[in-house]
């Protein structure tokens, strides 16, 4: 391989690193996960098939097929690149789905890829070229959303916050399209989110355009605690205590942008999993490669050797955390973990569960306890896990009374409260076997809590796997 067919300079680290190849000659195996993903499937192998190294013979493209009653696994049986299929019996979700096929893997590398995201040119090179550091056990890409946005800036004055109820694109309400960042905006309540006084609202377009094509009309109902002026653009809007009604008029060739999915993943003190830079624009600081907690399972990419030493993902979460849990582990065993900001992907955020669903929120809920109960140090998981005992009891309680409100809610963290106790026996033997094969102390890793939320620093020096592993990890 030539330093000119890998592209740039960082082409000459695949060429001149020894670099073992599984028996086949292939160097990286790329996992596609499915379940009804057939619309998607298409665009998003076309794109693999596209990567430089594919047409070196280095890669292998598996696609597991989770019992998919769409017609997914013909799309791949249809196509000519070679794409390999792997069917289950079953729906196994993200967690399992990958398992089935991570455990037939035996190139040096894998790297899993969401159905609903669509890799830019490089973006295979450039995710491989990290583990250069043998330290190195996985390598987060960037994804960024699809499509672009359009960025309104509103600032209150007066205030110590706003509240966001609407918002319209050409008479079209998209406020549930909007991208909110959870650091920034809170959860709805009785219909309004509310938000720091100075925010920078991201609109979605139907566009992948750089400049809009068109002038576009936005929309956006807005309230305040109280009498209130809102500046948007170059005009002030008086926002009375009942809200108002603001009309922005875009005009053609303004500037659209890009909006980060994820640039990594950082934990809160709480121990609450987020994707780095979720909701900002992408010229917020992600252009820079960076150590980082983890990273999304939708761009990841993993060493064999690390997986061989710590495991694969947990079939129990199904889907959701077990990607914070796999890292958490590659830490605990003194692997280190890296974002790749050349390593680009646009990605359908959530296109096959669905934000914001049942199934989203109940899976969400109950694997953050659980990755908190295998991973974490007693008292975090005795806050965390006691906090949510603690808010579904009070839930419950609320929605007793004939025609209380609440009881979907309350109904929903009962059955996370019960599916959590039902597999804490099997997750706390998991725990105990984690322990013993760590080289890092929990509250080594725990300084991760709470860094990096804004982008970047290093919590401290950290083992490597071959380098010695000093005084015993606590609890």
């Not at 974490?376 to 009070?394: D, N």
């Not at 996370?416 to 105990?432: D, H, M, Q, T």
Request: proline share 6%.
């Amino acid at each position: 391989m030539s330093a000119s067919s890998t592209g740039g300079p960082g082409g000459l680290w695949l060429a001149a690193t020894v670099f073992a190849s599984d028996r086949d000659g292939v160097l990286v195996t790329v996992l596609v996960v499915t379940y009804n993903g057939a619309r998607r499937l298409d665009r998003c192998l076309d794109a693999v098939a596209a990567q430089d190294l594919v047409g070196q013979g280095q890669v292998a493209c598996w696609v597991v097929d989770n019992a998919s009653g769409d017609g997914s696994d013909a799309v791949v049986l249809g196509r000519t690149d070679g794409v390999r299929l792997i069917r289950s019996t079953r729906n196994l979700g993200f967690a399992g789905g990958n398992n089935l096929a991570l455990r037939q893997a035996r190139s040096p590398y894998v790297v899993l890829l969401n159905d609903d995201a669509v890799v830019q040119p490089g973006w295979l090179h450039a995710l491989l070229e990290p583990f250069e550091n043998a330290s190195v056990g996985a390598v987060a890409g960037k994804l960024l959303l699809e499509p672009r946005f359009v960025s309104v800036p509103l600032r209150a004055q007066g205030v110590d916050r706003l509240g966001l109820v609407s918002v319209a694109r050409d008479g079209e309400d998209v406020t549930a399209e909007l991208v909110w960042d959870p650091l920034l905006v809170a959860a709805p309540a009785d219909g309004v989110r509310w938000c720091r006084p100075s925010i920078e609202l991201l609109v979605p377009l139907r566009t992948d355009a750089a400049r809009l094509e068109h002038p576009v009309c936005v929309e956006v109902q807005v309230r305040a605690p109280r009498a209130a002026t809102l500046h948007v653009a170059d005009r002030q809007h008086a926002v009375p205590p009942n809200g108002a009604r603001v009309v922005l008029e875009l005009p053609a060739g303004t500037p659209t942008t890009d909006v980060v999915n994820s640039a990594g993943t950082v934990l809160t003190l709480d121990g609450y999993a987020a994707d780095r830079g979720f909701g900002r624009a992408d010229d917020t600081g992600y252009d820079m490669p960076a150590e980082v907690f983890g990273g999304c399972g939708a761009s990841l990419a993993l060493r064999t050797a690390a997986l061989g030493q710590v495991g694969i993902f947990d079939d129990a979460w199904f889907l959701y955390y077990e990607d914070v849990d796999l890292c958490w582990r590659l830490r605990r065993a003194g692997w280190t973990v890296r974002y790749q900001p050349r390593a680009v992907a646009r990605h359908e955020h959530s296109a096959t569960v669905g934000s914001g669903s049942v199934l989203h929120v109940f899976h969400d809920a109950r694997n953050r306890l659980l990755t908190l109960t295998k991973n974490a140090s007693f008292p975090l998981v005795r806050r965390s896990v006691g906090r949510y005992l603690l808010s579904t009891a009070a839930a419950a309680v609320r929605a007793v009374p004939p025609g209380a409100g609440g009881r979907s809610e309350a109904r929903l963290r009962l059955q996370v409260v019960a599916s959590f106790l039902r597999l804490l026996p099997g997750v706390l033997v998991r725990r105990r076997a984690v322990q013993r094969s760590a080289v890092v102390a929990r509250t080594t890793v725990e300084a991760w809590l709470g860094a990096d939320i804004g982008g970047g620093r290093d919590p401290g020096p950290r083992s490597g796997p071959g380098e010695p592993a000093g005084r015993r990890p606590g609890a």
